[in-house]
T-cell receptor, first 115, second 109 residues
C-alpha cells in the first residue's frame, strides 16, 4: 500500500487478556519501529527491526511485551496478561534503508484500552 | 540519553497569524523530523531536516545543527493547522527517534 497500515484501529480488552497488534510497513522498507504514545505525551520507542532481525528492544517495558517480524515485512506486537497501564496508542513506523539518515513514516496507530 | 525540549507547550492563534515553534536538543543528531499530529491522532511527516532550511507551502523549517536547535515556521495559519507539533531526533549509533513533548497549537476562526 501507499502508507504504513495498522490493525485494528481500536482494541478493547479486559485486564489479563493477551492482545496482538499488526503493522504492514511501506513496501520495500527495510526498517520497522514500534512506539507507544500515552495520552498527552510524545511517542516513546519500544523496538526496532532491520528486515527480520530485532536489533533493539530496549524500550519494551516488560517481558509481557513481545514483537516479531518473521519474514521481514509484516510485524506483530503482542502484549500478554495486559494491565491497565498498557492503555495507550501503539504506533508503527517504517523507513526505507538501514542507515539512520532516512525519515520514518508512521501509521495511524492502534488505540488500546484495557478495562 | 538525548533530551528534546519544545516551546511553547501551548499556543493559541487567530486565523491568519504567523508563529514560530522551537525545538532544542542536547546532543548532536543524525536526523531531525517535524510532525503534525492532527485531532484524529494521525502523525503526519512535515519535514526531514537534520540541517539547513526547507519550505513547503506555508510551512518552513530551519535546523542549526551546530547550535542544537530547530525552528518550525507557520505562516497565515488556518484552523486545519490545529493539533500537536512534535520534533523528534535520532542520535548517531541509535535508530530510534526521541520525541519532545510537543507544542499544542489551536487556531481559532
Amino acid at each position: 500500500g501507499a502508507g504504513v497500515s495498522q490493525s485494528p484501529r481500536y482494541k478493547v480488552a479486559k485486564r489479563g487478556q493477551d492482545v496482538a497488534l499488526r503493522c504492514d510497513p511501506i513496501s520495500g522498507h527495510v526498517s520497522l519501529f514500534w512506539y507507544q504514545q500515552a495520552l498527552g505525551q510524545g511517542p516513546e520507542f519500544l523496538t526496532y527491526f532491520q528486515n527480520e532481525a530485532q536489533l533493539d528492544k530496549s524500550g519494551l517495558p516488560s517481558d509481557r511485551f513481545f514483537a516479531e517480524r518473521p519474514e521481514g515485512s509484516v510485524s506483530t506486537l503482542k502484549i500478554q496478561r495486559t494491565q491497565q497501564e498498557d492503555s495507550a496508542v501503539y504506533l508503527c513506523a517504517s523507513s526505507l534503508g538501514w542507515r539512520s539518515n532516512q525519515p520514518q513514516h508512521f501509521g495511524d496507530g492502534t488505540r488500546l484500552s484495557i478495562l | 540519553g538525548i533530551q528534546v525540549e519544545q516551546s511553547p507547550p501551548d499556543l493559541i492563534l487567530q486565523e491568519g497569524a504567523n508563529s514560530t515553534l522551537r525545538c532544542n536538543f542536547s546532543d548532536s543528531v543524525n536526523n531531525l523530523q517535524w510532525f503534525h499530529q492532527n485531532p484524529w491522532g494521525q502523525l503526519i511527516n512535515l519535514f526531514y531536516i537534520p540541517s539547513g532550511t526547507k519550505q513547503n507551502g506555508r510551512l518552513s523549517a530551519t535546523t542549526v545543527a551546530t547550535e542544537r536547535y530547530s525552528l518550525l515556521y507557520i505562516s497565515s495559519s488556518q484552523t486545519t493547522d490545529s493539533g500537536v507539533y512534535f520534533c523528534a531526533v535520532q542520535k548517531g549509533g541509535s535508530e530510534k527517534l526521541v520525541f519532545g513533548k510537543g507544542t499544542k497549537l489551536t487556531v481559532n476562526p
